[in-house]
């Protein structure tokens, strides 16, 4: 068995997951026990959609609350004091070789991973700093015009 990709979060990130596990091992655990009971009420389990579509939505819930734990369990929180160099929770403005600027969150939660191309170039990094970034589609430079953190 292969072992899980670490995951770098800020503290904002780790507290929003756990604050999701927390949700879905109370009151979203408890109302999915309801919807099995009230169901099973309805008489014939073999022909009781109720019942089926509860015990669906249960399992479905399940399998995310162990994903989340496994994320947690895995994940590494960084943590960053300053703005003066990119890390997980920043918020990076870069301009490309054309002058095209974006704004970055590097990020293992929606956002740019620390471990992708561009994640890896710009971790470090401080502004004003040009950075090669090794993409699969071919290599580019990216200048850091600002950085800041996120919650």
């Not at 109370?26 to 009781?48: S, Y």
């Not at 990076?92 to 293992?108: K, N």
Request: charged share 30%; hydrophobic share 40%.
């Amino acid at each position: 068995m292969t072992e899980p990709n670490t995951e770098y979060l800020s503290p904002a990130q780790r507290a929003e997951l756990e604050a999701e596990l927390v949700e879905l091992e109370g009151p979203r655990r408890k109302a999915a026990t309801e919807a099995i009971k009230h169901a099973r009420e309805f008489g014939d389990l073999a022909e009781n959609f109720e019942y089926h579509a509860a015990k669906n939505e249960q399992g479905l819930l399940e399998r995310r609350i162990h994903l989340l734990r496994e994320r947690l369990r895995h994940a590494v929180t960084v943590e960053h004091e300053t703005d003066e160099h990119v890390g997980v929770g920043s918020i990076v403005e870069i301009a490309d070789d054309d002058g095209e600027t974006m704004e970055v969150e590097i990020s293992a939660v929606g956002g740019v991973a620390p471990g992708s191309p561009l994640g890896s170039a710009l971790m470090g990094a401080t502004i004003g700093d040009v950075v090669d970034v090794a993409a699969p589609s071919g290599s580019w430079k990216a200048r850091v015009l600002a950085i800041r953190r996120t919650g």
